[in-house]
């Protein structure tokens, strides 16, 4: 008679994987410092903020038609409107509003990735209003998935790669928290995360679409998604970091630890990220901080620009000829020549300096071609060293001869400067009165203040809806 056939069971554990379940499933509320609390609700004023101000964007208006045709009465809400949809079309709809003004925060430390980890945040709302959490739940979360981000940023460095999937790792583990589910379904949802979703960074290259937006939606609507099939019962792929075929061997191509976490005396991740002053790409900042110093300047009275910059904002950001010639809103907002010129003009940058007429206005245009982007030595120095500083010069020469200076960086004014409470406020006002009004954006600010004391958190998107 046959034998059964015996099945060997692969035992091999994945170190990455685990280490994450296990920090997610036992990180809670009362482990956040006083600190890491107030950086949240910053960053949760902040995000909301640039949501707000896109809402009417055709990126954004695409994302809640679609949106639309997925109702979810049980589910999250689209913010701005008073609809429901699925809490991984919300995610999906939310991130793409609040990223697509560029205005968002922002990462970037000597080796580590790139990043805007705020890209977390909203669909982390989506899933904490599905599990109808309360405010120190939805904080909790937000701390996680800006945890796993940024650890793992500061570990790896994978430019081909979208961070995008930093974005999808960060929201799945903090929705599977904020769902309720257990430590071998946290293990599933980080793996349904990680297998399926590897973004590519070509959306950030060249011509930019309106995909530079939706990428991080995206990413935020397959971490959802991760925790609710999670949930649900569904099985992960095995080993999704350290396997034959996994994350670290063919995404980043080395093995890495993850041996800090933040708690327990570590300062937590989310008090690293920086504030941008002004709706752009975080390395135009401080060409923009600089023209501001000089303008406004006429373009037909000025004969040459030349803009002195660290080398990887002249190697990203004014290199190729759509940064000369931007036709999308997007390529503007990462193009040093266009803010520049738009800053000297009009003397600072708004959402509203990459409307449609303000992009093919021809003394812009004009005044565009005559700047010149170089790399200096001494402002790569800078900004590739702790503490790090974002250098730029701006020289103008006008017609008549005169030459005017200025710089911004290190203590000439800083992206890397905190940012008071007061200074989030103004600009949350800047994005939200034109839309919600002043009143609504006093009583918006009182309850975001005071994040931790809600017990249900459906109240924020109620906060938001546009009648």
């Not at 692969?10 to 482990?31: E, F, G, M, N, P």
């Not at 293990?187 to 679409?209: D, E, T």
């Not at 004009?366 to 800078?382: G, M, P, Q, T, Y």
């Amino acid at each position: 008679m046959n034998k059964p056939m015996e099945y060997h069971v692969d035992k091999a554990v994945d170190t990455i994987q685990k280490r994450l379940a296990d920090y997610a499933c036992d990180l809670d509320y009362a482990s956040l410092s006083p600190e890491a609390v107030h950086a949240t609700k910053v960053r949760v004023i902040d995000t909301l903020g640039a949501l707000i101000g896109a809402f009417f964007a055709e990126p954004c208006r695409i994302t809640r038609d679609l949106a639309a045709q997925m109702p979810g009465n049980d589910g999250s809400t689209v913010i701005g409107t008073r609809m429901k949809t699925t809490p991984d079309m919300a995610a999906f709809a939310n991130a793409t509003a609040s990223r697509f003004l560029d205005v968002n925060d922002v990462y970037h430390w000597p080796g580590s990735s790139l990043g805007h980890p705020s890209d977390v945040l909203t669909p982390v709302l989506a899933a904490a209003e599905c599990a109808k959490a309360d405010g120190r739940g939805f904080i909790t979360g937000v701390v996680l998935a800006y945890e796993a981000y940024l650890r793992i940023a500061d570990r790896v460095f994978a430019p081909e790669f979208d961070p995008a999937n930093f974005c999808c790792l960060g929201v799945a583990m903090a929705a599977g928290k904020l769902l309720g589910i257990n430590r071998e379904q946290m293990s599933h949802c980080i793996s349904m995360a990680v297998v399926p979703n590897v973004a590519l960074n070509q959306g950030r290259i060249g011509h930019l679409s309106m995909w530079k937006a939706a990428a991080c939606g995206q990413a935020g609507r397959a971490g959802v998604f991760a925790a609710l099939l999670a949930r649900a019962g569904m099985e992960g792929p095995h080993l999704p970091y350290e396997g034959k075929a996994g994350w670290c061997d063919h995404v980043v191509r080395k093995r890495f630890s993850l041996d800090t976490m933040g708690g327990n005396g570590i300062r937590f991740k989310i008090q690293d990220t920086l504030i941008k002053p002004r709706p752009s790409c975080a390395t135009t900042m401080s060409s923009i901080l600089a023209a501001e110093k000089i303008a406004p300047v006429r373009s037909k009275d000025v004969k040459h620009v030349l803009v002195e910059v660290y080398r990887s904002a002249k190697e990203n950001m004014a290199t190729g000829e759509h940064h000369w010639n931007p036709t999308s809103r997007e390529t503007a907002d990462h193009s040093i020549p266009y803010v520049t010129a738009a800053t000297l003009m009009d003397g600072t940058i708004t959402p509203r300096s990459f409307n449609e007429a303000k992009i093919w206005n021809p003394d812009l245009r004009a005044l565009i071609h005559k700047i010149e982007v170089v790399a200096n030595d001494e402002f790569s120095r800078a900004y590739e060293q702790l503490p790090v500083m974002h250098k730029t010069r701006v020289t103008v020469v006008t017609n008549s001869g005169e030459t005017l200076v200025s710089e911004s960086g290190g203590d000439k004014g800083d992206l890397s400067q905190p940012k008071t409470d007061a200074q989030i406020e103004d600009k949350f006002r800047s994005l939200a009165e034109d839309v919600l009004g002043a009143r609504r954006v006093n009583a918006i600010l009182d309850r975001l203040w005071h994040l931790e004391e809600l017990r249900d958190i459906t109240a924020i998107p109620a906060l938001f809806v546009l009648d």
